[in-house]
């Protein structure tokens, strides 16, 4: 299994796409208050090996991994998204072509 990230870099990363989702009233959201929570309780100590812990961190960092995918995935659908009829020029121009032009003027191009 690849290691993990450290526990505060999952926290970080967790509450910032929280925020990014709620806007700048993120703090009043009971996801930000939940996550916090358990990563307090999940904490390690220096006297004791807690398995449960792993396993926090665990699911933790995938839950990290869904919400990051699901905003890129929102990133491109947004993007990418049919909306409507679209002529051949706009259709390269998203894709990041150009289409060619006839030299000299034949007088069939735009």
């Known amino acids: 299994m690849a290691s993990l990230s450290s526990p505060l870099r999952i ?3 967790i ?7 709620k806007g700048p009233e993120y703090k009043q959201c009971l ?3 939940y996550v916090l929570d358990q ?7 220096g006297e004791r090996y807690c398995r449960a812990q792993e396993e926090a961190l665990h699911a ?3 839950y990290l991994c869904l919400l990051t995918s699901t905003r890129q995935h929102m990133a491109l659908y947004d993007i ?3 909306k409507g009829q679209r002529d051949t020029e706009e259709m390269a ?3 990041g072509l150009r ?3 006839q030299p000299g003027g034949k007088g069939w191009e735009k």
């Open 11 to 13: 926290c970080r990363g």
């Open 15 to 21: 509450l910032r796409e929280i925020r990014a989702i």
């Open 31 to 33: 996801a930000y208050n």
């Open 39 to 45: 990563f307090r309780k999940n904490q390690i100590t």
């Open 60 to 62: 933790s960092h995938s």
């Open 80 to 82: 990418y998204h049919g």
């Open 93 to 95: 121009g998203i894709v």
């Open 99 to 101: 289409l060619p032009t």
